[in-house]
């Protein structure tokens, strides 16, 4: 059993927790309101391992931290969770325009690089980007797993990540260190634009090994 604290229980956080949920990791929803209805939501939606505190309390008692809000306020949510010393941080974020017209960063650097230099003593993993909420509820495919890539720089973080994507049902892929963020980034854009551009959410990409 993992103790997860996830900042946001937006579509992603709250897809997130309640799977994690089901699976037996107890889950603190990190919430600027716990009292608003769709943080209430989520946290009935988890059954008894599913709780939500302010920001601080539930990172505090957390080994890891999943950041799930909008690229804009990422920088703020990552200060409001206090001491994060070497704890793991899956950073969720795409660093999307507000117009969804593209990323607002990238190429030489990445937003799991610029999340990894503001929380400097925290170990992050950049997971859980490149495909839709939709797909975290249920990664099945007619009995194939959505793949989901990760990248990081901490080999025991990013093993702990990796476990915890097989137990959303995903088949998790180490795709290499944190830089590999600025390729899983463009990624999500591609899953983007193609649901968005005509072929639903019900899209999810999948690494074929020979
Ligand atoms: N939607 C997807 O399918 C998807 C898939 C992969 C990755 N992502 C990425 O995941 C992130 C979250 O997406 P989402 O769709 O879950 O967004 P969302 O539904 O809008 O939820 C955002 C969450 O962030 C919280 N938040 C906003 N400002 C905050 C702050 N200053 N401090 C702490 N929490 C704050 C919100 O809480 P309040 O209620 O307090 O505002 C809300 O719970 C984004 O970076 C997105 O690009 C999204």
Redesign the pocket.
């Known amino acids: 059993m993992v103790k997860i604290a996830i900042?946001?229980?937006?579509?992603?956080?709250?897809?997130l927790g309640t799977g994690w949920a089901k699976a037996g990791h107890e889950v603190a929803?990190?919430?600027?309101?716990p009292q608003?209805p769709?943080?209430l939501a989520a946290v009935a939606r988890g059954g008894d391992r599913a709780s939500a505190a302010n920001?601080a309390d539930a990172v505090a008692g957390a080994a890891v931290v999943v950041?799930?809000?909008?690229?804009n306020?990422?920088q703020?949510?990552i200060q409001?969770a206090g001491n994060l010393d070497s704890k793991i941080l899956l950073d969720?974020?795409?660093?999307?325009a507000p117009d969804l017209s593209g990323l607002a960063v990238g190429l030489t650097t990445s937003?799991g690089e610029m999340v990894a230099a503001w929380a400097p003593s925290a170990r992050v993993v950049k997971i859980?980007?490149?495909?839709?909420?939709?797909n975290?509820e249920d990664p099945d495919y007619n009995g194939q797993a959505a793949t989901m890539f990760y990248c990081g720089d901490d080999a025991d973080a990013k093993e702990t990540a990796g476990k915890l994507a097989a137990d959303l049902g995903f088949d998790p892929v180490d795709a290499g260190p944190l830089k590999l963020a600025r390729t899983l980034e463009p990624l999500?854009m591609l899953?983007i634009s193609m649901a968005f551009g005509g072929y639903g959410?019900d899209i999810a990409f999948k690494l074929l090994l020979r």
């Open positions: 900042i946001g229980a937006g579509n992603v956080g709250a897809a929803y990190a919430v600027r309101n608003k769709e943080v920001i950041l799930a809000t909008p690229w306020v990422a703020a949510a409001s969720c974020t795409n660093p999307l937003a859980f980007n490149t495909t839709g909420y939709n975290m999500a899953w959410r």
